[in-house]
T-cell receptor, first 114, second 112 residues
Framework: DVKVTQSSRYLVKRTGEKVFLECVQD?????MFWYRQDPGLGLRLIYF???????EKGDIPEGYSVSREKKERFSLILESASTNQTSMYLC?????????????FGPGTRLLVL | SQQGEEDPQALSIQEGENATMNCSYK?????LQWYRQNSGRGLVHLIL?????REKHSGRLRVTLDTSKKSSSLLITASRAADTASYFC????????????FGKGTKLTVNP
């Protein structure tokens, strides 16, 4: 079974702090994704990565950056956390199949920015 | 951009009843997927239906796709309390986009 893990289930940070959210997958998947999920807004794509050292902006990249130095690891960085970044963050990975196929999700990180 | 829109937003039924959720989208797709999310957890893939398929089954799940109407439905038969969750449809584009676009979900409650 594919396993996607996220470094923390719950995280509390202060405004202005730099926050790292880590995601690791164990299935050698090329594609990895970061979403945030908010009530009434569904899942929104922040960034995704085709492969190592490659990244593409999603629908809401402002205030975020990402890093993919190794194939199995995709990090989301909040350079200076703000209260409007309080959210549930979900990581996913997918094998490259011409852009098709199932995404496998991690359990999520619920971030609270005070 | 295209987006799946689920309908209804919330659904409450009794155990043993069938649950039907619908999804509409705006542009041409390669395939459509349904995911399930238990409260406070990540999403789990349920089923994928390709644009050239009209119906697909997996256990108690039945998915239909009508590309002419740009809509899909997910039917859960003989529902159980454990089916209580949010259900999302997700679409990708014919351009080979790597991105999936998720709807806002239907929250299903199955009462024992």
């Amino acid at each position: 079974d594919v396993k996607v893990t996220q470094s923390s289930r719950y995280l509390v940070k202060r405004t202005g702090e730099k926050v790292f959210l880590e995601c690791v997958q164990d299935m050698d998947h090329e594609n990895m994704f970061w979403y945030r999920q908010d009530p009434g807004l569904g899942l929104r794509l922040i960034y995704f990565s085709y492969d190592v050292k490659m990244k593409e902006k999603g629908d809401i990249p402002e205030g975020y950056s990402v890093s993919r130095e190794k194939k199995e690891r995709f990090s989301l960085i909040l350079e200076s956390a703000s209260t409007n970044q309080t959210s549930m963050y979900l990581c996913a990975s997918r094998a490259w199949q011409g852009g098709r196929g199932t995404q496998y999700f991690g359990p999520g990180t619920r971030l609270l920015v005070l | 951009s295209q987006q799946g829109e689920e309908d209804p937003q919330a659904l409450s039924i009794q155990e043993g009843e069938n649950a039907t959720m619908n999804c509409s989208y705006k542009t041409s797709i390669n395939n459509l997927q349904w995911y399930r999310q238990n409260s406070g957890r990540g999403l789990v893939h349920l089923i994928l239906i390709r644009s050239n398929e009209r119906e697909k089954h997996s256990g108690r799940l039945r998915v239909t796709l009508d590309t002419s109407k740009k809509s899909s439905s997910l039917l859960i038969t003989a529902s159980r309390a454990a089916d209580t969750a949010s259900y999302f449809c997700a679409t990708d584009g014919r351009g080979g986009s790597e991105k999936l676009v998720f709807g806002k979900g239907t929250k299903l409650t199955v009462n024992p």
